[in-house]
């Protein structure tokens, strides 16, 4: 049998709306978005989830959710990982990105945009989330040695975000 991996894929939190001349990728987080990147956070850590890599894209919004979830989980902010490829990535670009990672690793975490993190939520498991909400997040396992076997075997353990609640744990007992 395979080994175990887990990815969780995390939306951005709540961005303010963009002020005139603002570039996209310059908006930051709102106060309820701050708010709920933290209350993530601690649902992550409650549950015993603490990866041993995040993963974001370099997008204000999205680098300021991940480093708010890291505090929470105590992951040193140091070895947080800004990736270019994460701004607005498709599924098949977040694919390729987490396929170079070392597989040393067997927790990741990826902060990142919709629709590609949704699109990709839905790939690694078919369950159909429509639309992943503002700092809304899914863990999925696969049965994988490599990173790069990751399109198959994913199975959604977690469905969570700030304004349904916790949703909680979705493995079958």
């Known amino acids: 049998m395979a080994a175990s991996k887990r990815i969780t894929l995390l939306r951005h939190a709540k961005a303010q709306q963009p002020a005139a001349g603002m570039a996209d990728r310059d908006r930051p987080l709102n106060e309820r978005g701050e708010q709920d990147a933290r209350m993530i956070g601690r649902r992550l850590r409650a549950a015993g989830i603490r990866p041993s890599l995040l993963?974001?894209?370099?997008?204000?919004?999205?680098?300021?959710?991940?480093?708010?979830?890291?505090?929470?989980?105590?992951?040193?902010?140091?070895?947080?990982?800004?990736?270019?490829?994460?701004?607005?990535?498709?599924?098949?670009?977040?694919?390729?990105?987490?396929?170079?990672?070392?597989?040393a690793f067997n927790d990741i975490l990826l902060c990142g945009h919709n629709p590609g993190i949704s699109e990709l939520a839905n790939q690694l498991t078919g369950a159909g989330i429509d639309h992943l909400p503002t700092c809304g997040m899914v863990v999925i396992e696969a049965q994988i040695s490599s990173w790069s076997g990751l399109p198959a075997g994913g199975r959604l353990c977690r469905f969570e975000s700030p304004q349904a609640g916790d949703i909680g744990d979705q493995r079958e007992n």
């Open 55 to 103: 993963l974001t894209s370099p997008a204000i919004r999205a680098l300021q959710t991940a480093r708010l979830v890291a505090r929470e989980i105590g992951y040193p902010l140091e070895f947080l990982q800004r990736e270019a490829d994460l701004y607005l990535a498709s599924p098949q670009d977040m694919l390729q990105l987490v396929a170079r990672q070392d597989d």
